[in-house]
């Protein structure tokens, strides 16, 4: 039953502690380079930008490709055949990301109010009645076996998910701090859409507040993806997630390496 599962428990995994400071160093040599100059970081973010909107929208069904994603963000096109929900996912991200990169600079703890400004954006003008707003029904997730907690109990399980933020997240390295806040969130699954969505942008401010880049997850690693988190919710174990998230902030270098030439 997923009562017996509880959000952020456990110490640090020592099993990735290698992990945790190769990314480290490359973060440090990263922190040299900075400032970056205006043209590097505008076209660094821009990709950035495109990506993290395309995949993120794809993992959760959304068919506009990579091209017409780039359209829609940057030329303002409507594509053929595209449902008008689509579009918005595409713009709501767009501005989800502006709002995350706000969030970052201030420092932003991880609290209700933030969780709900970020999925008010993220539907916005797609579900009036529910952006922003906790479920108040009973959900399944299809195709899983897996069953989030009944409505009653969201408030509570956000209660711990929201204290362990303020606490016990600290005590977990920065890495495994992103990728816990992901995976509890998702499991919690507090709205009734945009659970995903929401959850990677939650990961992507924990990363960004300790100057690591965003990490994108690849729709190409969705059933990686979706094995790690049933590897959580019904076992407890955190250890293949928290391995793949290090994986793509590895990853996340590699554009700033392209770039600066380093």
């Known amino acids: ?21 190769r990314l480290e160093g490359l973060k440090a040599k990263l922190d040299k380079l900075r400032p970056l100059s205006p043209a590097a970081a505008a076209n660094l973010r821009a990709d950035m930008v495109l990506r993290y909107t395309y995949n993120s929208n794809a993992l959760e069904g959304n068919t506009l490709t990579l091209n017409e994603t780039k359209a829609v963000l940057e030329q303002g096109v409507t594509i053929g055949g595209k449902s008008l929900r689509e579009h918005l996912e595409a713009i709501n991200h767009r501005e989800a990301i502006d709002f995350l990169e706000s969030l970052a600079r201030d420092n932003a703890p991880l609290s209700e109010r933030t969780v709900k400004d970020l999925h008010a954006i993220v539907l916005k003008s797609i579900d009036r009645d529910n952006a922003g707003r906790w479920r108040r029904q009973n959900v ?77 997850l690849p729709v190409s690693a969705r059933g990686e993806y979706y094995d790690a988190l049933t590897a959580i919710q019904t076992r407890g174990d955190y250890l293949p997630f928290v391995r793949q998230i290090c994986s793509l902030v590895e990853k996340s270098f590699e554009p700033y390496r392209f770039v600066l030439g380093v």
Do not use: C
Request: glycine content about 12%; overall charge negative; aromatic content about 10%.
């Open 1 to 21: 039953m997923f009562t017996s599962w509880t959000p952020g428990l456990g110490g640090p995994l020592q099993e990735l502690a290698g992990d945790y400071s």
């Open 140 to 216: 399944l997730i299809g195709g899983s076996d897996f069953r989030p907690p009944e409505a009653l109990h969201v408030p509570e399980h956000l209660a711990a998910f929201f204290n362990w933020g303020a606490a016990g997240a600290q005590k977990v390295p920065a890495l495994e701090r992103a990728a816990r806040v992901h995976a509890d969130f998702v499991s919690i699954h507090p709205f009734l859409d945009g659970n995903g969505r929401t959850a990677r942008l939650l990961m992507n401010l924990e990363l960004m507040k300790s100057g690591y880049p965003v990490a994108i």
